[in-house]
Structure formats: C-alpha cells, structure tokens
C-alpha cells in the first residue's frame, strides 16, 4: 500500500506542508538524501522519509536532529 512518490509529488508535499523548497529535480527512492532549501537561506540534505515521517523539514540549524535542550 506504498505511495507511489515522484519527484512532483514530492515537491508538492513539501510546498505544501513545509517552509522549505525542494531543490533535487530527480527522485529515486526512500533511501536517496535530496536537497532542500531552508527559510534561512541553508541547503541541506535530508531523505524524504526523515522529512516526512520524522518532520525533520529544516535545516539542521533551524531545527537540530535531536532535541538536546
Ligand atoms: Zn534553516
């Protein structure tokens, strides 16, 4: 029961539900880390199973891994 993903599909989950952009053009599947975009102007890299599943949807400055405080 697995989503089919494309990379137009993913770049509309994250318009619209992200403040981040999507940078990558080409999607290969769960395990591939794409680019994005943050707010503050950082790239970063993330998969889009972390970006979905885990709301991981900015950069690691604007939004750390793990809740250390
Ligand atoms: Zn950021």
């Known amino acids: 029961m697995n989503k089919q993903w ?3 599909k993913i770049k ?9 952009k999507l940078l990558t ?12 975009k943050c ?6 890299e993330k998969t889009f199973k972390k ?3 885990n709301n991981q949807r900015k950069c690691d400055v604007c939004q750390p891994p793990k ?3």
């Open 51 to 53: 970006f979905k599943n």
């Open 39 to 44: 707010t503050c102007g950082s790239n970063f």
């Open 67 to 69: 809740a250390a405080r």
């Open 6 to 8: 494309t990379i137009g």
């Open 25 to 36: 053009t080409e999607y290969h599947g769960f395990s591939q880390k794409l680019l994005f």
């Open 12 to 20: 509309e989950f994250v318009e619209n539900n992200s403040e981040s």
